[in-house]
């Protein structure tokens, strides 16, 4: 037997609006009436691997030990494999499709020790269908292992480094400035960079230079580094670092997402400014064209 698991931390592109969720905790729940299910998020959107994996590695270092369940599985009823992962020694044992989903949170924190294929039908639920592994796989399997169920008795096993790797991007510093690309919209509209401060710092060639430009298409508009949300002027662009320590694009109470325009994967370029950063602030709303003032009037 291994270690018994108190804990499953619970991640889907389910939503709440149908019953999936709740049935899923109960299949849990019937397994294992001592696991406490903490709820990550369910609002990835449908079929979204890849943020439903940069949700994961956003989450991993802060989840208590236990079982981490993750379905976001388009694939669900083909021969993608389903997988238990385990992690920090035996701390942890993350659970779901292997199509990518949970290779970003195995990095984030160190690597996988073991892996296996969930190949042995007597740890899932019998199911006429094909289309609710969730349900019929994955949550019997988390409840198993939380009740200490070794992971090797789960099915055959296999290469822990041979996971579906996540299709992420990373950042560029080019001659034209720092080639990014968004990952993540969160629900303030703060637009996430795949690129940290050491970018910036690299771009700049100076970590205390604070102003940049930002071209979004065909538009160039100005930015400063800042450290909080409301250090950015009235109708102005700031790059922050935020709490998972990426960068972003943010605006003051308001979102830099729908003034800019922008959504996942959409392509941003931040180049470095030359000059001074002083001289006057003048409040505009980004993305709105402003009217002209007809000839002869001030």
Do not use: K
């Not at 889907?12 to 019937?30: C, K, L, Q």
């Not at 298409?217 to 949300?229: E, N, Q």
């Amino acid at each position: 037997m291994g270690q018994r698991l108190d804990t499953l931390s619970f991640l889907s592109d389910y939503g709440t609006d149908d019953e999936f969720v709740g049935v899923v905790h109960s299949v849990v729940a019937s397994v294992a009436p001592h696991v406490r299910i903490v709820d990550v998020t369910h609002g990835i959107a449908p079929h979204d691997v890849r943020a439903g994996g940069l949700a994961l590695a956003r989450s991993a270092q802060y989840l208590c030990p236990g079982v981490v369940l993750a379905v976001v599985d388009p694939g669900v009823g083909t021969t993608r494999r389903g997988v238990a992962v385990e992690v920090g020694g035996g701390q942890s044992v993350l659970v779901g499709p292997d199509n990518g989903l949970l290779a970003p949170a195995v990095a984030m924190v160190g690597g996988a020790d073991r892996a296996v294929s969930l190949t042995d039908p007597a740890w899932h639920l019998p199911s006429q269908g094909t289309t609710f592994d969730g349900r019929d796989v994955f949550a019997p399997v988390a409840a198993h292992l939380a009740c200490g169920v070794d992971l090797d008795e789960l099915g055959e096993s296999i290469d822990p480094n041979g996971l579906l790797p996540a299709v992420v991007s990373a950042a560029v510093v080019e001659t034209d400035g720092l080639h990014a690309e968004v990952w993540w919209i969160d629900r303030f509209g703060n637009v996430q960079l795949n690129a940290g401060p050491e970018d910036l710092d690299e771009l700049a060639g100076d970590p205390s230079v604070d102003r940049f430009r930002v071209r979004i298409a065909d538009r160039v508009l100005p930015a400063r580094r800042v450290r909080a949300f409301d250090e950015v002027a009235p109708g102005g662009l700031g790059l922050l670092v935020d709490s998972t320590g990426l960068v972003s694009l943010v605006m003051c109470r308001t979102s830099a997402a729908a003034d800019l325009g922008l959504g996942p994967s959409d392509p941003v370029v931040v180049e470095a400014a030359d000059g001074p950063v002083g001289g006057a602030i003048t409040a505009v709303s980004l993305g709105v064209r402003p009217e002209s003032t007809p000839r002869g009037e001030s």
